[in-house]
């Protein structure tokens, strides 16, 4: 090999590790060259959708499920985070831990019944959970705030350190999400990553493989909503302020739409889709009142013509027309 | 090795099978021959746990592995192939081969998320077996195509690399040289052949006859649903029963 084969070489090998350093290493200067708190405000709640996307990639994308109820396992994690610390006066950290640990306890009861069901079925299921939790977050005024919300979370802290401003929270959130980010591309990388990749392609081929298909599932279910739920603490602790407007299923659709277009199965497309969806109505406010118009034609449009997802979509092609292209020269 | 007593499988009250018993001995080839809808497919589904028999019993290495779950059969060392392929085409050639060692990849999600260092070194090994099952099919030089835009011979060999990379105890093939030319289906029987050899215990559904008359220790043949012969390749050729089966009642010659 000579030296620039090398280079590539080895750039190949590490490329995962080498894109999430470089990845981390942007994150961590960006503060000092963007100072705009509604920015920062905004690349903010992109980090908190990419924990909750990359759990529900998993699922939809790997282990090849729908699910329209995400936004209530988000929402089920901001509550808790709120009411136990306010109402119990619980400390924030633990409080996290222990709400998302019920939040996947919830959905473990409910993922082993509904999990039987699949395709339009399990997304009905899953849209009416959303709407149960959210009409519950609405009523139950005492405990809730109703609908005017719930306000007076306190920041999350670590000794006398409050992540209390736009830069803090902008360490706190992408350091979850980067974590959650390398989780995830372990995951997917190794055994188990492979035996929801086959559950995905043929279910029937998968249990034949030795995956376990309804174990698997409710596993990876449980999974995504314990993100949802923890990326849920950091968005009650972060605005300090949370309504049940947060979580309806509208919510759980974006959630939806940022995994197809970000790609089914791509761990960084997750990145992207978060993105992309959180920024979209900033660069089109114009069209505000028809944002759900918008976001339900870009999923029809993805859908229709790349159901793999926008950005797998794509670089599938091209790595098909490569192959195809290799094949042509073998047989030439 | 593979016990299977008057195993019996109805859809609604039609039976596709009705009391077949026979039995694959270790580390021979036995061929399950039959005309078309003779249940050799229902068969093969009802051993690797696809489908659930209504009666009967289906005793692998000793234990009773009736009506199991896919994945547990997969555990205990039965691999399969599909009569329509299953590969998973979005997955590399590699990863789809990959796939036949879930067995021995570990089952703990946390673990893998943590990816801790006994997981990366298993990891590389696994590799390294499914480049060696690779390299047995010759499909080395293809390992990190998708396998989608394989050409069907290929997407057979990587399904046989699959089915083989884990030394299942047991392999179930179904009709693996379907749709294949004559000089892909000679590759196929000789890499059965050296399979044989090599001591794997192999039941093959095909329906090219000079394939399973070539490499068969063994053939059982079906008919709607039931065993009507089973021997050595030149008794069976003879039966009777399997002529009429085959070639229908000669009733003018008898």
Known sequence: MTGKQKIFYFLYLHRTGLAVSALSLSLLVYPFFQDNPYTLGLSNLIAIHVIIVLGLNLFIGFAGQISLGHAAFFGLGAYGSAISTVTFDLPAWPAMLLVAGLVGLVALLVGVPVLRLSGHYLAMATLGFNIVIHTIMLQWDEVTGGPSGFSGVPPLSIGDFAFDDEVRFHYLVWTFALITLMLCLNLVRSGVGRGLAALAGEETAAAALGVDTRRAKVKVFVLSAVMASVAGSLFAHCYGFVSPDSFSIFTSTDMAIMVVIGGMGSVWGSLLGAGFITMLPEWMDVFENYKDFVHGGILVFVLMFLPQGLVTGLLEQIKIKMALTRRKDAAA | ?254
């Open chain 2, 1 to 254: 090795m593979l016990q299977l007593e008057d195993l019996g499988k109805r859809f609604g009250g039609l039976p596709a099978l009705d009391k077949v018993s026979f039995e694959v001995p270790r580390g021979k080839l036995t061929a399950l021959i039959g005309p078309n809808g003779a249940g050799k497919s229902t068969l093969i589904n009802c051993v690797s746990g696809v489908l659930k028999p209504t009666e009967g019993t289906v005793t692998f290495a000793g234990a009773d592995i009736t009506g199991q779950p896919a994945h547990d059969i997969a555990h205990s060392g039965i691999a399969r192939t599909f009569q329509n392929l299953k590969l998973f085409p979005r997955l590399t050639v590699l990863d789809n081969v990959l796939t036949g060692l879930t067995c021995e990849g570990g089952r703990s999600m946390l673990m893998a998320m943590l990816r801790l260092p006994y997981l990366r070194h298993r990891e590389r090994q696994l590799k390294l077996r499914a480049m060696e099952a690779l390299d047995r099919f010759g499909m080395t030089d293809k390992a990190n195509w998708p396998a989608g835009v394989l050409s069907y011979g290929d997407k057979k060999r990587v399904e046989l690399a699959r089915a083989t990379v884990g030394n299942p105890q047991l392999i179930l093939l179904d009709e693996p040289v379907a749709g294949l030319n004559a000089e892909e289906t000679a590759a196929v029987g000789d890499q059965l052949n050296r399979l044989r050899i090599a001591g794997y215990t192999l039941l093959l559904v095909e329906h090219d006859m000079d394939l399973v008359m070539e490499i068969s220790d063994q053939i059982v043949v079906l008919d709607s649903g039931r065993c009507i012969a089973s021997g050595s390749p030149d008794e069976v050729r003879c039966n009777p029963l399997v002529l009429e089966a085959y070639l229908g009642r000669m009733d003018a010659t008898a």
